[in-house]
């Protein structure tokens, strides 16, 4: 695959944020990108999940890159997230080098929200025209990735080392869901792994919230913040403090 300098190249987009600060560093204009790879218990956008659906709109990059240069002075960058941004990959990539091409927008940080299941032909497309990627990491045994996600995780670990040593690994998020993947021994697990394989990079623990949720996700538990913040200590045994953050 070749980037594509393509104005008129069409995207399915399940909605745009025009101005969101949860969805990468400052103030973001943030796509979200309809269907996904993952069927995830906990997904908070469960709509987003089907390629093909009424509620999604097709958008050229023209379209959107118009919609961005508007917003421009108040931007600090671009997110694309979904469903799951890398599976509309060529898209991402043309509208990515589309904002850099402008004058209008080439000073906004392009980012990704991906859940990491992509292949290195993926990255290799998108990763010249991306600042940073925030990745979900759900859980590092394969099992417990399975029942949470429907998919074991090799290539979300692949993906994740990649991205490190790609210097793009902008941050690393991790949903704990009780009775999934909230047992000491994974949170430990996951600290060490986190801090083995992308050390120095920033963390940030999410309790399952059933906002949003499918029904059969809203018997699973909300954490306390008590539960929360005894979840952050386990992966602080392995993750500094000063990288971990808790929402
Ligand atoms: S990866 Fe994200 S969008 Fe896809 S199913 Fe999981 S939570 Fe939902």
């Known amino acids: 695959m070749t980037v594509l300098h393509a104005p008129s190249l069409t995207g399915l987009v399940a909605d745009v944020v025009p101005f969101s600060w949860v969805d990468g560093p400052g ?3 943030t796509v979200f990108l309809q269907g996904c790879n993952l069927n995830c218990l906990a997904c908070h956008n469960p709509h987003t999940i089907p390629r093909l659906t009424r509620r999604a709109r097709t958008v050229t990059v023209r379209e959107l890159v118009d919609d961005v240069a508007r917003l421009a002075p108040f931007l ?3 997110t694309t997230s979904g469903g799951e941004a890398t599976q509309q ?11 850099g091409e402008q004058p209008a927008t080439a000073a ?6 991906s859940n990491g299941m992509t292949d290195d032909a ?3 497309l998108l990763l010249p025209v991306t600042d940073g990627v925030m ?8 099992e417990r990735h399975r029942r949470l996600t429907g998919s074991t995780n090799e290539r979300v670990l692949a993906s994740l080392d990649r991205l490190h040593a790609a210097g793009r690994l ?3 998020r991790l949903l704990v869901v009780p009775g999934f993947n909230d047992s000491p021994d994974e949170l430990r697990r996951t600290g060490a792994y986190l801090t083995a394989h992308a050390p120095g990079v ?11 949720v499918r029904s059969t996700a809203r018997r699973i538990p909300e954490p306390t913040g008590a539960q929360r913040q005894a979840y952050a200590a386990l992966v602080a045994e392995s993750v500094p403090a000063e990288l971990l953050t808790v929402v």
Not at 135 to 142: E, F, I, M, R, T
Not at 202 to 212: A, D, I, K, S, W
Request: net charge negative.
């Open 170 to 172: 902008a941050q690393l």
């Open 122 to 124: 993926t990255w290799d």
């Open 89 to 99: 990959p060529e898209f991402v990539a043309a509208f990515f080098a589309a904002l």
């Open 27 to 29: 103030n973001r204009y």
């Open 76 to 78: 600090a960058g671009v």
């Open 202 to 212: 920033p963390v940030q623990l999410t309790g399952f919230r059933p906002h949003g």
């Open 108 to 113: 906004l940080t392009r980012f990704i929200d």
């Open 135 to 142: 990745l979900d990491v759900k859980a590092v045994d394969p």
